[in-house]
């Protein structure tokens, strides 16, 4: 209880210490300035890697040369909510989310998710939700990444649910490339122990990219939906080795 303690008031403590920060974010970024994108993505993942310290966290990262040099979409299962803190403290470039709507409610988070690039989407909402994924899919053509749950919710450990075929349409629409992600055991860390931060061994893989807009571009969105799920389950065994893999055998602090 006492970790759990410590990480939230640190979670928020550590918002309002950089929160100057975010003035000067949005400068670089609505002047163009290529250190903008850096800039954001010292400062978050920055924040990422020390809670995934405090909670006790032992992240293995794989197949992070699969990360092609170019905007991505990121499409990964759902354990838990360290699954956020963790993508963004290892693709190692700046990273959006497509995130539900009632997050934008919370202020400082808000102010950096906008500078993430985060698009907030609200399920409830039919008009909205398209023109979400549309915002999303503009943000990918103009050069930014963004990761999905298609599973649209944590599985807090059980096997992946079915993934939505909707976010798809962020790949069909903007054309980029996407990465299926794998996380494993990152549920451990906070769900399985009903709230409460606990140490845990965790890992996140990196698939191969899949271009399917060159590769199968009259793919329809359930098939894609499928086949994607597929790469992300397959890369769960924990004797999957990608080709030319890279393990970053660090441990995120």
């Not at 008031?9 to 550590?14: D, Q, T, V």
């Not at 920060?21 to 609505?30: M, Y």
Request: net charge positive.
């Amino acid at each position: 209880m006492i970790r759990t303690t410590i990480w939230f008031i640190y979670f928020f403590l550590y918002l309002l210490v950089i929160s100057p920060a975010i003035p000067k974010g949005r400068r670089l970024k609505e002047s163009g300035d290529e250190r903008a994108d850096a800039f954001v993505q010292q400062k978050s993942s920055t924040w990422a890697r020390r809670l995934i310290k405090l909670a006790g966290g032992r992240i293995t990262v794989h197949g992070f040369d699969n990360i092609p040099n170019e905007p991505v979409l990121f499409v990964s299962n759902h354990q838990g909510n360290f699954d956020i803190p963790i993508l963004l403290s290892s693709t190692g470039r700046k990273t959006g989310f497509i995130s539900k709507v009632e997050v934008k409610k919370i202020p400082l988070i808000r102010s950096w998710m906008e500078l993430l690039d985060c698009v907030f989407l609200d399920r409830k909402d039919r008009r909205q939700a398209v023109k979400a994924i549309r915002s999303g899919s503009d943000r990918l053509v103009a050069g930014a990444s963004l990761v999905i749950f298609p599973e649209g919710t944590r599985s807090k450990g059980k096997p992946v649910q079915q993934f939505k075929k909707g976010s798809f349409k962020l790949a069909t629409l903007s054309k980029v490339t996407i990465v299926p992600v794998s996380m494993n055991g990152t549920y451990r860390m906070m769900e399985a122990n009903g709230g409460k931060m606990k140490p845990a061994d965790a890992s996140i893989t990196f698939g191969e990219p899949i271009r399917i807009h060159q590769e199968n571009p009259d793919m329809k969105l359930d098939e894609l939906a499928e086949y994607v799920q597929q790469k992300v389950e397959e890369n769960l065994d924990a004797k999957y080795v990608a080709p030319k893999e890279q393990v970053v055998e660090e441990v995120l602090s």
